[in-house]
């Protein structure tokens, strides 16, 4: 039988609640020419579904049920459950349909528990990129979501130790450079910074373009989409020594990281639990590491190609 939404070039895709796995999608569809509906998990059914392991564990039921309809799940892996039965229904998913991860990192975590992975495809820029600019003024800029969770399982507070993308920080970054501007996104409110939301691509490349340097704070990522679109902008990143952004930001500073707390993610996903490795060091080094790239440059020509949108051609 004919799928007639392929020959329509429509794929339906449903994706984990985050932005940007919506904005993940659009850019899929973008690079292959389709038109693409756009829905949240549980929404079925759906030919691609592009979410992290715990959303694609959780919505398992839903997704095996409409399995023979989906082309392929791209997979964000971000840490380890905590039963064996989760990486089972994972399992289950990519044994009978095609599983891509964005990350090297994220494979080998995966198939340690026979997960079967069709291929790495990093996550791309999202298009359009405007022009770097030709003058800075702001010494640094950070721009991120704001997450915190357990240092315990099942525990009913949060713990500093796990709030994610390092902003606990930021109070001594602004101490040192006065200038530097912190974008959150949504409405968590974190002291000397701007929120924001809704916000073109475009837009979110002139704020990462607006400083020398990019602060990257965050001590855990399943791949990290921030940092390589500010490289893409001509700015200089500074980050923690961690394994993925080895491999995905390798034009960074690093700064070494000598204390790491797991990490527990339960409240959200109580059927899937869930937990990873948060990692960072000292923050008077990483200050220091930021002052010696104020004037670095950055071959921001290379990291466009690395990372153009004809990496997500290989899907369809």
């Known amino acids: ?75 964000t892996v971000e840490g380890e459950f905590m039963n064996r039965h989760s990486w089972t229904k994972i399992r289950e998913i990519c044994n009978r349909t095609r599983c891509y991860v964005p990350s090297r990192w994220g494979r080998e975590l995966v198939e340690i528990y026979n997960v079967k992975v069709q291929d790495v495809i990093p996550h791309a820029l999202p298009e359009p990129i405007p022009d770097p600019p030709k003058e800075r003024s702001i010494s640094t800029v950070y721009l991120n979501a704001y997450y915190i969770f357990m240092c315990r399982p099942f525990a009913v507070n949060t713990c500093i130790e796990c709030e994610r993308k390092g902003w606990r920080w930021w109070s ?48 855990h990522e399943g791949f990290g989409i921030n940092p390589v679109m500010a490289l893409a902008m001509g700015t200089a990143v500074v980050a923690w020594d961690i394994p993925i952004f080895r491999e995905t930001i390798p034009e960074s500073i690093f700064v070494p990281v000598d204390n790491e707390q797991k990490c527990y993610v339960n409240q959200r996903y109580m059927l899937e639990p869930g937990w990873f490795i948060s990692r960072w060091g000292d923050i008077n080094s990483f200050i220091k590491s930021v002052k010696k790239a104020m004037n670095t440059s950055v071959d921001y020509v290379s990291v466009r190609q690395k990372y153009s949108l004809k990496l997500y051609t290989k899907f369809l």
């Open 172 to 219: 001594e970054i602004k101490r040192e450079f006065p200038d530097a501007l912190g974008f959150v996104s949504g409405c968590t409110k974190v002291e000397g910074t701007m929120g924001y939301r809704s916000t073109t691509v475009e837009d979110v490349y002139r704020l990462l373009g607006l400083g020398r340097v990019y602060t990257n704070l965050s001590t």
């Open 1 to 75: 039988m004919t799928d007639v939404s392929s020959l329509l070039n429509i794929a339906i895709i449903s994706t984990g609640r985050a932005q940007s796995y919506q904005t993940i999608a659009d850019q899929i569809c973008r690079a292959n020419g389709y038109k693409c509906p756009i829905y949240i998990l549980p929404h079925m059914p759906a030919n691609i579904i592009i979410a992290s392991q715990y959303d694609i564990a959780f919505w398992s039921h839903h997704i095996l049920h409409h399995v023979n309809q989906i082309k392929f799940v791209y997979m």
